[in-house]
């Protein structure tokens, strides 16, 4: 082994470890595909296995079991978006009992959505039975706030992570995964948001996809590469003899 195959092999190390460590990765789906893994299997196949372009997201999808139903899952699921942190599910009926000084914290009959018309944010609040007059109060201000307008789109702060470390045209393949979606105006890349500086600052160290470009003649960002994905999972899913070119 050559010194230049040695640094090839140390930066994919270093890769991998980062996306490992990477706290913004949510659990694995509903269907139990792991959007984690999939970002070190990638790696894995551009970079060790060096499959050649065309065939990437097909040899990913091979290693992992997806099909083209749960590829397209796994890509929505990393849809840049804003989404509230809470649902009222967790803490219940959200009126404050003012002797106690806390939530109420009931089950809920009833829920809507709250925005902060500074930022955008929203969230989801209920309320119990016993709160309804509360409840609609809240409901009413909501309306009003709706009405007058003027609300900013919120910033995101969910997705945007496979940006960060694979160079295809994720802006194309979000698009596909979900025809309502719209690019944030800071961009899709986690990275580069605001709201995420926080995290930013507990790991860091900055993304290395620049420097691996060169080590390991990754392509700038390939929209043939991203159409390679669906079309060549579905022949798999027909004929499980093999893999289409
Ligand atoms: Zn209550």
Redesign the pocket.
């Known amino acids: 082994m050559n010194g230049d195959e040695l640094r090839h092999l140390l930066a994919i190390h270093e890769d991998i470890s980062r996306v490992m460590k990477d706290p913004r990765f949510p659990p694995p789906n509903r269907w139990g595909s792991d959007l984690r893994m999939f970002v070190v299997t990638a790696l894995w196949v551009i970079a060790v296995e060096r499959a050649p372009k065309g065939t990437r997201i097909p040899r990913v999808c091979e290693v992992m079991h997806l099909d083209n139903f749960h590829f397209w899952e796994l890509i929505r699921s990393d849809l840049p978006r804003y989404e509230p942190d809470t649902m009222y599910r967790d803490g219940?009926?959200v009126?404050v009992l003012p002797r106690a000084k806390r939530r109420?914290?009931?089950g809920t009959v009833w829920a809507f959505s709250v925005t902060n018309p500074v930022d955008g944010t929203w969230e989801l609040v209920g309320?119990?039975s016993?709160?309804r007059e509360e409840g609609r109060a809240a409901e009413a201000a909501e309306r009003r706030r709706k009405q007058a307008g003027g609300i900013p789109t919120p910033l995101p702060n969910r997705g945007g992570l496979l940006p960060c470390y694979l160079p295809w045209d994720w802006s194309k393949n979000y698009a596909k995964a979900d025809s309502n979606w719209e690019p944030p105006a800071v961009g899709i890349r986690a990275d580069d948001w605001p709201v995420l500086t926080k995290v930013e600052a507990a790991h860091p160290t900055p993304p290395k996809l620049t420097v691996v470009s060169g080590a390991f003649e990754f392509e700038e960002p390939d929209a043939s590469e991203a159409d390679a994905g669906p079309p060549q999972l579905r022949l798999i899913g027909s004929d499980k003899q093999g893999r289409v070119e």
Do not use: E, I, S
């Open positions: 219940g009926c009126a109420c914290g009931k309320y119990c016993r709160h």
